[in-house]
């Protein structure tokens, strides 16, 4: 019998066109295994289309809001169908930088100190003595992340017309600026990937750099020390564990190589990494030798497992 899987993508969040992207290249693969497969760019009336459709299992292919941060999970609890990647509680918590770090510090695994600032504090003084960097506290792929340096174009102290994430975001969080290299390690189910290295020419791994061919150089495996790659790798496991990930996520880290083992730094978990030509976990993937069919197969038969063993301890 053939499986039937609704592919979920797009929607309408500051990712939507990398969703399709995502979308589009998961699709493709299923339909080149044999499975029966619905596409569903994902508008209001999401609910009532996947009622009609009546999948067997959901891939979620979403980025962002409101596909990453629990509400679609909620929906398809609610609904009784399988879906991919993690659940809702994992989504709620991994999505706000501030909920993930009082999750993931308390078991050890180091990431930079913050505070949440409210915008309009921003153009009477610093936060944090600069460079530092301002986010959004629950948006992914770089969306609104400033990094505010002595010599920086925002002025001193941040100018009130000055374009950037304070005049989008009501409070944002501030960290301290890690110096050194942008490293990213994949965990599919127990295992990690492998590490890569992004050398982004822009100086900076932003949105553009991370979705725009050849402004990003990714150097797979990294070209770093054995001990920090393990470190690496071993701080995204527990992360994946700690958070209670589902199928496949992705830890992204700073690096500073003047410090050794202590300059490594966990920033942030995305429990939705993308899986267009460009995204790294497809990258890792195929590094230890698994095809993008063969990862996409994989996601969906774990999820599909998940499934019935939750209804299994249910019962």
Same mark, same amino acid.
């Given at each position: 019998? +053939? ?34 497969? +619905? ?25 962002? +809001? ?145 979705? +725009? ?103």
């Amino acid at each position: 019998m +053939t499986l039937h899987v609704a592919v979920l993508m797009g929607g309408w969040s500051s990712e939507r066109e990398v969703s399709l992207t995502s979308g589009k290249g998961v699709a493709d693969a299923l339909e080149s295994r044999g499975y029966r497969v +619905t596409r569903v760019d994902m508008g209001r009336d999401v609910a009532l289309r996947l009622a009609e459709a009546k999948p067997e299992v959901v891939f979620n292919a979403l980025h962002g +809001t409101p596909g990453e941060d629990g509400s679609v999970q909620g929906m398809l609890d609610l609904m009784g169908v399988p879906y991919t990647h993690s659940g809702l509680a994992t989504s709620v918590i991994a999505i706000d930088k501030v909920l993930t770090k009082q999750a993931l510090v308390p078991h050890g695994i180091r990431m930079p100190g913050g505070m949440i600032v409210g915008s309009e504090s921003l153009y009477a003084a610093d936060p944090l003595p600069r460079p530092y960097v301002l986010k959004p506290v629950n948006e992914g792929s770089s969306v609104g992340v400033a990094i505010v340096t002595e010599g920086g174009n925002y002025g001193q102290p941040i100018g009130r017309e000055t374009e950037g994430p304070w005049k989008h975001f009501a409070e944002l969080l501030a960290e301290p600026f890690i110096k050194g290299r942008e490293l990213t390690v994949a965990v599919l189910g127990d295992r990690a990937l492998a590490v890569t290295e992004l050398k982004p020419k822009s100086g900076f791994y932003d949105y553009d750099s991370k979705y +725009t061919d050849g402004l990003t150089v990714h150097v797979c495996p990294a070209q770093i020390p054995a001990e920090i790659a393990q470190s690496a790798m071993a701080m995204a496991v527990k992360a994946h564990h700690v958070l209670g990930c589902k199928g496949t996520s992705r830890s992204d880290f700073r690096w500073d190589d003047e410090q050794g083992e202590a300059g490594l730094y966990l920033l942030e978990v995305n429990t939705q990494p993308g899986m267009t030509p460009l995204s790294l976990v497809p990258e890792q993937a195929k590094h230890i030798g698994m095809s993008y069919a063969d990862l996409v197969e994989r996601i969906v038969q774990e999820a599909l497992s998940d499934h019935a063993a939750a209804r299994e301890k249910a019962a």
